[in-house]
């Protein structure tokens, strides 16, 4: 994770897990994963000897073996570069659309505006819309309020493979409304 991203997700207010986005308990240690990692045993990749997780990382920063491993298996990736390279969006992260405050995942987005821009009532570009493969980067809600709490009260993520075209879906969809009977 960058930093800007992971202090997004330390803020004072509603610290988040920067994996799963869940809500993180100020204080509180997960003690049942640093017993875990305390006892679980590993072994080096690069000299074999076996260790607890819990030294693994200082064990790896003084192994040259581990280190040869590490630097051979990053030459493996480097050697070929891609030959079709894709832009992805950036679907995870948005800008706000009034002020320059920046790297708001929705549901920050959603509270942000609630917080700061809810009297603004400047058209503007929905940065979570536009960059869906359906949005339209020019379309300038009328209300962006209404729209942000109508339309993203959940992520789309959870619902969309945007990989797959609209045919594959359907054809999805009607095979498992013939197995749901």
């Known amino acids: 994770?960058?930093?800007?991203?992971?202090?997004?997700?330390?803020?004072?207010?509603?610290?988040?897990?920067?994996?799963?986005?869940?809500?993180?308990?100020?204080?509180?240690?997960?003690?049942?994963?640093?017993?875990?990692?305390?006892?679980?045993?590993?072994?080096?990749?690069?000299?074999?000897?076996?260790?607890?997780?819990?030294?693994?990382?200082?064990?790896?920063?003084?192994?040259?073996?581990?280190?040869?491993?590490?630097?051979?298996?990053?030459?493996?990736?480097?050697?070929?570069?891609?030959?079709?390279?894709?832009?992805?969006?950036?679907?995870?992260t948005f800008p706000c659309p009034y002020c320059s405050e920046k790297n708001l995942d929705q549901e920050g987005l959603v509270e942000h505006c609630k917080a700061l821009h809810s009297m603004d009532a400047k058209q503007v570009v929905c940065p979570i819309c536009a960059s869906m493969p359906w949005g339209d980067p020019n379309y300038r809600s009328a209300n962006f309020m209404e729209h942000l709490q109508r339309r993203h009260r959940f992520s789309y993520d959870t619902f969309v493979d945007y990989d797959a075209d609209e045919d594959d879906m359907m054809a999805q969809v009607l095979m498992r409304s013939l197995r749901d009977k």
């Open 1 to 92: 994770f960058c930093t800007p991203c992971l202090q997004q997700c330390l803020k004072p207010k509603k610290p988040l897990c920067g994996v799963c986005r869940s809500t993180l308990t100020p204080g509180s240690r997960a003690l049942d994963l640093e017993k875990q990692i305390e006892t679980t045993e590993t072994t080096c990749n690069g000299c074999n000897k076996k260790m607890f997780l819990s030294k693994m990382r200082s064990h790896a920063a003084s192994c040259s073996k581990y280190q040869s491993y590490i630097m051979e298996g990053v030459k493996a990736v480097t050697k070929e570069p891609l030959h079709s390279t894709r832009s992805f969006p950036n679907r995870f």
